[in-house]
């Protein structure tokens, strides 16, 4: 069972890069007339060609990527000329940590929301809840995340409108201060979908005959609520939350642009423009990779929760 989810993965991995490699190689555009600038003289351009290797044939570089990949090189910067590893290591200690706090806001937001909209559907906190939750999947993050520099940064001045100070040199409250309007903004429209998913567990376990039991034997509403109630709700819940911790690494590409952060999604936004394919076929292809990794991991842990899962794949076997 685990051994077909982990061929299924490895699978959709080389597809991945595949077609990662393969969308690059047609866009329009040559990385060394960029850097060489449009005054170049054909053998120099010739020259930076042949020490780039984009002269050698298409098989033979998407090879080379995947191999350097497996054993860690990701090779050099056509713009910054430092390896690729050493940009990511750099940016990584920015954009891990917002991810990171970013799904804490959305779950801190989303389970009390959606427990609390089960349990009194149909009265007004649930139409409130619901109402908030449409909202919040409409508003784009970038735009609620301009909202938030115009309250909280230019008008109230409590936060900074972007950057970051550093781990080392601003300290760790000073650094989470300044990740805290970003994670918010990323939180918002990841919290809105949880909290719906999280509501619509909820009412499912509620009719439960387990549930009727657990009240008959005297349980309080609470404790059926959130011992019983949610633990079972949460196999649909892990699953959406491993998504969208994939979701939060794509979405801060805007928010660190936004908040001029100098992490991961602002290092490929760059490298996009300035058309530095080294550096944006890696970040892709890491991204990829840790969306394919973490529904593997969440896969795995939800047939780990729940023993039913298990029967059937048992039983497809």
């Known amino acids: 069972m685990i051994l077909r989810r982990l061929l299924g993965a490895l699978a959709t991995l080389v597809l991945a890069s595949l077609t990662i490699f393969l969308a690059l190689e047609v866009l329009p555009g040559d990385p060394a007339q960029i850097i060489l600038g449009t005054g170049a003289q054909e053998d120099t351009l010739a020259a930076l060609r042949s020490q780039l290797g984009l002269d050698r044939p298409i098989l033979v570089r998407y090879v080379s990527w995947v191999s350097g990949m497996l054993v860690g090189d990701f090779k050099d910067s056509y713009t910054y000329g430092i390896p690729v590893t050493e940009l990511i290591s750099q940016r990584i200690y920015v954009s891990g940590p ?44 970038f735009w609620f995340a301009i909202l938030l520099i115009l309250l909280f940064a230019v008008r109230l001045r409590w936060f900074p409108s972007g950057g970051f100070p550093g781990w080392e ?21 990841q919290a809105a979908i949880l909290t719906r998913v999280t509501r619509g ?52 590409i805007i928010i660190e642009n936004v908040f001029y952060l100098p992490g991961i999604g602002r290092l490929l936004f760059q490298a996009i423009a300035q058309r530095d394919i080294v550096v944006v076929q890696n970040l892709i292809m890491l991204i990829v990779a840790s969306v394919i990794v973490i529904n593997l991991v969440v896969d795995l842990a939800a047939i780990g929760i729940d023993p039913r899962l298990r029967r059937q794949d048992f039983a497809r076997g």
């Open 169 to 189: 040199d601003g300290g760790i409250i000073a650094c989470l201060i300044a990740l805290l309007l970003p994670a918010f903004a990323l939180a918002l429209p």
């Open 201 to 252: 567990a909820m009412l499912e376990v509620l009719q439960e005959n387990y549930m009727r039991t657990a009240a008959a034997k005297g349980l309080s509403p609470t404790k059926r609520l959130w011992t019983h109630g949610l633990q079972n709700a949460m196999i649909p819940v892990v699953t959406i939350l491993g998504l969208q911790f994939s979701f939060l690494l794509a979405g801060t």
């Open 98 to 141: 917002l991810a990171i706090f970013a799904i804490i806001l959305a779950v801190a937001i989303a389970l009390p929301c959606g427990v609390i909209s089960a349990a009194r559907r149909g009265r007004l906190s649930d139409t409130l809840i619901t109402a908030g939750t449409q909202i919040g999947i409409a508003i784009p993050n």
